[in-house]
């Protein structure tokens, strides 16, 4: 079946210390996106690719990195520098950027302890 | 700055009845908005896209409107079931990318 896979479902990680989150799709989809939700809010973007070996940061990339070295594959990293990691991550795939509908992973739940 | 609003307290209605979800948003004009359902724990799945000059979109028990001058979308489950309860994300594109509402908690009863 296609889909976006993410993984570990739930991660702790110590301060200071950092995490990269794997998001990997079998769509054929050209555009990926990172998003963050935290309890009673929207979804908000963290970075997004259109295309291999490009990425732009969206509203709150500060903390966090990605890279994009294959189509199927848009890990992220929560570094040290994110002051509040605790959340809900959301990875998201779509044909192309910006042409419809957005198809979810079963996210990732990051705690800091 | 760009604005979604939806209903922050939870929906709660019965068994049957149509539940009708409301997204505003506020200082910019999206070509298209599209409506999420999303479980606890789980990741958003997608229910309607609807296009700025659409007025009214249609799937099975769900209807979507558009209202581009008072900057609304209505969102509408008829025959309402237990199953349908979850939170609804609406999202309206603004150039880039998609703009989530924080989503209304739709609970029905039994």
């Known amino acids: 079946d296609g889909g976006i896979t993410q993984s570990p479902k739930y991660l702790f990680r110590k301060e200071g210390q950092n995490v990269t989150l794997s998001c990997e799709q079998n769509l054929n989809h050209d555009a990926m996106y990172w998003y963050r939700q935290d309890p009673g809010q929207g979804l908000r973007l963290i970075y997004y690719s259109q295309i291999v070996n490009d990425f732009q940061k969206g509203d709150i990339a500060e903390g966090y990195s990605v890279s994009r070295e294959k189509k199927e594959s848009f890990p992220l990293t929560v570094t040290s520098a994110q002051k509040n990691p605790t959340a809900f991550y959301l990875c998201?795939?779509?044909?192309?950027?910006?042409?419809?509908?957005?198809?979810f992973g079963e996210g990732s739940r990051l705690t800091v302890l | 700055s760009q604005k979604i609003e939806q209903n922050s307290e939870a929906l709660n209605i019965q068994e049957g009845k149509t539940a009708t979800l409301t997204c505003n948003y506020t200082?910019?004009?999206?070509?298209?908005l599209q409506w999420y359902r999303q479980d606890p724990g789980r990741g958003p799945v997608f229910l309607l896209l609807?296009?700025?000059?659409?007025k009214e979109k249609r799937k099975e028990r769900l209807k979507v409107t558009f209202d581009t001058t008072l900057k609304q979308s209505l969102f509408h489950i008829t025959a309402s079931q237990p199953a349908d309860s979850a939170t609804y994300l609406c999202a309206p594109d603004s150039s880039y990318k998609l703009i989530f509402g924080s989503g209304t908690r739709l609970l029905v009863r039994p």
């Open positions: 998201a795939s779509s044909i192309a950027r910006n042409t419809g509908e957005l198809f």
């Open positions: 200082n910019y004009s999206p070509a298209y």
């Open positions: 609807i296009r700025e000059n659409e």
